[in-house]
Nanobody, 123 residues
Framework: QVQLVESGGGLVQAGGSLRLSCACK??????????MAWYRQAPGKQRELVAH???????NYAESVKGRFTISSDNAKDTFYLQMDDLKAEDTAVYYC???????????????WGQGTQVTVSA
């Protein structure tokens, strides 16, 4: 079994910071995190891509978060992160991590999702 486990959400005032973590959990060997991303979904809205990083380190961000959010990874810990600075009320949403993994188990692990973590920014 392979799971993405998120942590780090919470309540913060506007202008504050949070760091979300997404840990890849499995008893198998993780050969690589090929592709990783963070999405968010606000009430009544569609899920949207916030940040994406490819295996070679190339990143892209939603226009609304450029310059404020940073996606990064720690391959030794099989974990990736979303550093969120200068948070705004409109960043309030449930945040989901998504990854494409290569692991030592049969099966398709190209589209794994975390359970979601609530981020609430008070104005």
């Amino acid at each position: 079994q392979v799971q993405l486990v998120e942590s780090g959400g919470g309540l913060v005032q506007a202008g504050g910071s949070l760091r979300l973590s997404c840990a890849c959990k499995t008893s198998a060997i993780i050969f690589a995190i090929n592709d990783m991303a963070w999405y968010r979904q606000a009430p009544g809205k569609q899920r949207e891509l916030v940040a994406h990083m490819e295996h070679d380190g190339r990143t892209n961000y939603a226009e609304s978060v450029k310059g404020r959010f940073t996606i990064s990874s720690d391959n030794a810990k099989d974990t990736f992160y979303l550093q969120m600075d200068d948070l705004k009320a409109e960043d309030t949403a449930v945040y989901y991590c998504n990854a494409d993994l290569s692991v030592s188990l049969p099966g398709d692990y190209s589209d794994l999702w975390g359970q979601g973590t609530q981020v609430t920014v008070s104005a």
